[in-house]
């Protein structure tokens, strides 16, 4: 399974522990799906998770960095634009396009387009319900 992650769920991941964001990264972590980013979405992962100024301690955040760079299927990016409504969430959508993913995971659905039939985009719930699926149907 593939899917883009968008950094608001890298973020509520690494502040706490305990929610679900941070379920996402623990099965990213044990390989149960592949990541899909483009030097963009990499890009704003560094600068909102590693640059600003945040609660994130260091070595969380660098060692999810460091995991992303180094497992993570990196594609270019697609030129089609103006298919979200707010246009930094552009280069999540279009890594998922190219990149061939099954899932875009975001906690904002309402700025990316309602009918995509290619993608699914999904919140933390729905994502977890796809990948306690996919690993139960695994064993």
Do not use: W
């Not at 044990?30 to 640059?51: C, G, K, Q, S």
């Not at 070595?59 to 270019?76: C, N």
């Not at 906690?107 to 985009?121: A, M, Q, V, W, Y």
């Amino acid at each position: 399974m593939r899917a883009v992650i968008d950094t608001n769920i890298f973020i509520a991941g690494l502040l706490n522990s305990e929610g679900g964001s941070s379920k996402i990264i623990n099965y990213f972590r044990n390989d149960a799906f592949e990541l899909v980013i483009t030097h963009e979405v990499f890009d704003e992962y560094l600068r909102a998770i590693h640059l600003f100024d945040n609660d994130i301690p260091a070595e969380k955040s660098e060692e999810l960095l460091e995991l992303v760079f180094e497992r993570a299927i990196k594609t270019a990016p697609i030129n089609p634009r103006g298919m979200c409504k707010d246009p930094d969430d552009e280069k999540f959508l279009t890594a998922a396009i190219s990149g061939h993913a099954e899932y875009l995971v975001t906690k904002n659905k309402k700025d990316f387009p309602s009918h995509f039939s290619e993608i699914k985009i999904v919140n933390v719930r729905g994502f977890l319900q796809a990948l306690e699926t996919a690993t139960h149907s695994s064993l």
